[in-house]
């Protein structure tokens, strides 16, 4: 498999299902309003502060924020219901950071509308469980079937709650 993306990890935290589908490449984000409500938060509160950060592409992983000074970076999300998945998503980012020589990096997780901010570090266990989840989401992704339907609250606000319930 080429490389296994921040998206990836995201998903593998939030549904199999739902990370088959997006690894097949049957894309269904530009028609979710959540996500772009997601990504208009990222851009405006990245305007009001763009001088320090700077985009990042590493392989797969596409870093929207780093300020390579303090080798931090930076998510903005909409809301920290789903704080698990984006807390495995930034720990993937440092991860890679690493393997790709930058000490010690660091993460921030923004959340504008609840005026709340997650500080995220890299532990040794962290890295193992990273390895763990890569090895799992190479088994998941190569099933020949899609994974099955399980229903849970997150499906109401998932791209692809049609595809999957219509
Ligand atoms: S709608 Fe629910 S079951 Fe279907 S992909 Fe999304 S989260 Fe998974």
Redesign the pocket.
Known sequence: MNGISATHISYYH??H??LW?FHRKIKMEHTSDTVYEGKLIGSQAYARRAGRWRELSLGPIKVDHFDPRQKLVREVKKSPKLEASHVAQVKYYLYYLEQAGVDNPRGLIEYPKHRKTTDVRLTGADRQEIRGWEAEIERIVQQPNCPE????S??RQ????D???I
């Open positions: 939030l549904c299902r739902k589908l339907l399980v229903r849970k997150y499906c998932c791209a692809y709650r595809f999957c319930f």
